[in-house]
């Protein structure tokens, strides 16, 4: 059975630091998602990972994929308020069937 | 493009009531469409897989008789909550992935706003 495990679940920063949110996983696997969510709202798709190494950036986040060490990792570059949100990284447990399991995600709180 | 709509967003029922969400891919074709559930500060967790024109598979510990999905054209799933009791209460999301051939739509998931059921 696949396992997703984030860490830390939660996340209090102040704004302007840096911080990285990991996330490990029991199985092969070689697609991983992370998604943002605001309270109350569904999911934000932020970014998709095809393959080891692959590395995605956009604005103040950048996400990496290790396949061999089952290992994600979403770095927070001088965070912003603007960024206060749970994330969730998601795993394909089927390799290109898009089922997920998703992580138990990470609240992340940026403070002025 | 890629856009996945819910309806309703939110509903309130008494309990032993049934409950129906649709779940629309409004501007591209899905085979496939997932639904979840999330309650409350906690992660979302797949209930099953609707695959047009075939039956619904359901995750492991999902009654399919008081869950039933139908996914009966590429653009539309709907769920149905039978005999709603107030631990069904909970936010239900809808995803869809868009068949071979829409490169753009065929990398990832697309989420819905989901559904907010609360049974009293």
């Known amino acids: 059975e696949l396992k997703v495990e984030q860490n830390p679940l939660f996340l209090s920063m102040q704004e302007g630091k840096n911080y990285t949110i990991y996330c490990n996983y029991s199985t092969t696997s070689d697609r991983l998602y992370w998604y943002r969510q605001d309270p109350g709202k569904s999911l934000e798709s932020l970014f998709v990972?095809?393959?080891?190494?692959a590395v995605k950036q956009e604005g103040r986040l950048m996400a990496s994929l290790d396949t061999k060490a089952r290992l994600s990792t979403l770095h927070i570059t001088a965070a912003v308020h603007d960024l206060s949100a749970t994330y969730f990284c998601?795993?394909?447990?089927?390799?290109?069937?898009?089922?997920?399991?998703f992580g138990k995600g990470t609240k992340l709180t940026v403070n002025p | 493009g890629a856009v996945v709509s819910q309806h309703p967003s939110w509903v309130i029922c008494k309990s032993g009531t049934s409950v129906k969400i649709e779940c629309r891919s409004l501007d591209f074709q899905a085979t496939t469409m997932f639904w979840y559930r999330q309650f409350p500060k906690q992660s979302l967790m797949l209930m099953a897989t609707s695959n047009e024109g075939s039956k619904a598979t359901y995750e492991q510990g999902v009654e399919k008789d008081k869950f039933l999905i139908n996914h009966a054209s590429l653009t539309l799933s709907t769920l149905t909550v039978t005999s709603a009791h107030p631990e069904d209460s909970s936010f239900y999301i809808c995803?869809?992935?868009?068949?071979?051939?829409?490169?753009?739509?065929?990398?990832?998931?697309?989420f819905g706003p989901g559904t907010r059921l609360t049974v009293l």
């Open positions: 990972l095809l393959s080891n190494g």
């Open positions: 998601a795993v394909d447990v089927q390799g290109g069937s898009e089922k997920l399991v």
């Open positions: 995803s869809a992935r868009g068949t071979t051939g829409q490169a753009k739509v065929t990398d990832t998931q697309y």
